[in-house]
């Protein structure tokens, strides 16, 4: 064999010898995600097969098209992959191959969404779907008085639908007076933080009233659709697109289903598999898509269900132990992934309570709750179950993490009082000066010793946690 030149060496070098410097950060990351508590409710632990098939050679190929009719050669492989990865969507879902068909190319949520938006729609064609504020996404339609913010409004016409303002749960009744007002093509459910299910049944009739389309975008829920443990939008709708990422524990990317029998339109499969590509992507992710396979199989054997339902216990005693301590939950409680924690009633922001948790390793995110008087400043937090189930934490657990919870509201509380102000700025300085040991030092470094030596106790997929040692870069003195 020729001695590999100077020019080809590099390619045979491994990360940590070659680039110390990423290798670090790597190190740093998961020495973080060992140490902390993921609570936010769309991230999730992906295992290690998928990690293995995501790190693959199938990086390498171009594939544009779909099985059977690419663009390039050579892919013999990539073509059983893809319908491997096809076939075991629908298995995953419970999907008769007669009736639904899927694309798995979306690079990820955002983009299926889009390319949804481009296979149902006409540009500027009207669109409704869940307003960002009340729990929906940006790729909804969203906007503000001043700006077109996504491109779902920027070229489709669209109007939000709210919730209920006393119960907080979706107003199907005014959804279904605004429709008859808007006339949209397109409806669309799903949310990224709404702690209930849908009622498909009303949506599917305001939709048919207009002659529309109805998509559920189920990126945050899909794991316990594919479980049966939440209402099936299979059963009503023309498109379904998700994650595959968030509670369904795979690699970061999109899947869209479509009808193949829809009333709307008889050609959804090629007007879907058309916006994925040529419209809106190009070649496909063949590493992602092996990720996504084997995570579908994952997703269709019987422990499946065992985590699905682990997931919702998990958070429903989270949010019980939460009430319990006379805090506040948007709709009191959950059916999901996740509950929504109202911290209006303290006087405390999102975005104090989310700085303070991450001082102490646990990581949440603040969100807005329904009638909150600026988007600017969330009076809410998004806590979500699925990291910690998937480090094998249990019922009993959550009452652990609803008493660190409730020990960083008191500490933030007196922090809050300390800045003298109410001001974001005035709190984080004051929660900098922690790290000097002056004020409330000493609960909030406890708490942050407790919480770590919680947290380390369980084992974190992708890695071997026995073998794991704190990286340089990171201090530990307390
Ligand atoms: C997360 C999410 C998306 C976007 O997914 P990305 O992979 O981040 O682009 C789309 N829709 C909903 C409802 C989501 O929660």
Redesign the pocket.
């Given at each position: 064999m020729s001695a590999t030149p100077d020019f080809n060496k590099p390619l045979y070098a491994p990360l940590a010898e070659i680039d110390p410097e990423v290798q670090n950060i790597l190190d740093k990351e998961t020495w973080r995600q060992y140490s902390g508590l993921e609570l936010i409710a769309?991230e999730n632990l992906t295992s290690l097969a998928a990690m293995e098939a995501n790190g693959s050679i199938l990086t390498n190929k171009y594939s544009e098209g779909l099985p059977n009719a690419r663009y390039y050669g050579g892919n013999e492989w990539i073509d059983e992959l893809e319908v491997l990865c096809q076939k075991r969507a629908l298995q995953a879902f419970h999907l008769d191959p007669a009736k639904w068909g899927v694309n798995v190319q979306p690079y990820?949520?955002?983009?299926?969404?889009f390319a949804a938006l481009t296979a149902l729609l006409q540009p500027q064609d009207r669109l409704m779907g869940l307003g960002l504020p009340d729990g929906?996404?940006?790729?909804?339609g969203y906007y503000t008085a001043k700006k077109k913010m996504t491109a779902s409004s920027i070229y489709f016409q669209s109007l939000p639908y709210a919730l209920d303002p006393s119960t907080h749960l979706i107003d199907y009744e005014g959804l279904k007076k605004q429709a008859r007002i808007f006339k949209p093509r397109l409806i669309i459910c799903?949310?990224?933080a709404y702690p209930r299910d849908w009622d498909y049944t009303t949506l599917r009739a305001v939709a048919d009233e207009h002659d529309a389309f109805l998509m559920a975008?189920?990126?945050?829920t899909s794991g316990l659709v594919a479980a049966g443990e939440l209402a099936d939008p299979f059963e009503y709708c023309d498109v379904v697109?998700t994650?595959t990422?968030?509670t369904l524990r795979g690699p970061?990317?999109?899947l869209i289903f479509f009808r193949k029998d829809s009333l709307k339109a008889k050609d959804l499969e090629k007007r879907v598999n058309d916006a994925v590509f040529p419209a809106c992507q190009g070649g496909p992710h063949n590493h992602t898509i092996a990720a996504i396979a084997t995570t579908l199989l994952q997703a269709s054997q019987p422990t499946w269900k065992e985590y699905a339902k682990q997931v919702v216990v998990n958070a429903r005693t989270l949010g019980d132990e939460l009430v319990s301590r006379g805090y506040k939950l948007q709709t009191q409680g959950t059916d999901n992934h996740l509950v929504l924690w109202d911290l209006r009633p303290l006087g405390l922001t999102g975005s104090k309570l989310e700085k303070l948790c991450d001082l102490v390793g646990i990581t949440i995110n603040k969100n807005a709750v329904s009638g909150d008087a600026s988007a600017q400043v969330p009076g809410g937090i998004r806590l979500g179950t699925s990291a910690l189930t998937s480090r094998d934490m249990l019922a009993d657990d959550m009452k652990v993490v609803a008493d660190f919870l409730h020990r960083a509201v008191q500490v933030a509380l007196v922090l809050q009082k300390e800045a003298g102000s109410k001001l974001l700025k005035d709190f984080v300085r004051v929660a900098s000066t922690v790290e000097e040991g002056k004020v409330g030092a000493k609960t909030v470094i406890d708490l942050r010793r407790e919480v770590r030596a919680f947290a380390r106790k369980w084992p974190l997929p992708g890695v071997q946690s026995s073998k794991l040692v704190r990286p340089a870069g990171i201090e530990e003195d307390d």
């Open positions: 769309s990820s949520g955002s983009t299926a969404n929906g996404h940006l790729t909804h799903g949310a990224s975008d189920i990126a945050h697109t994650t990422h968030k970061r990317a999109g």
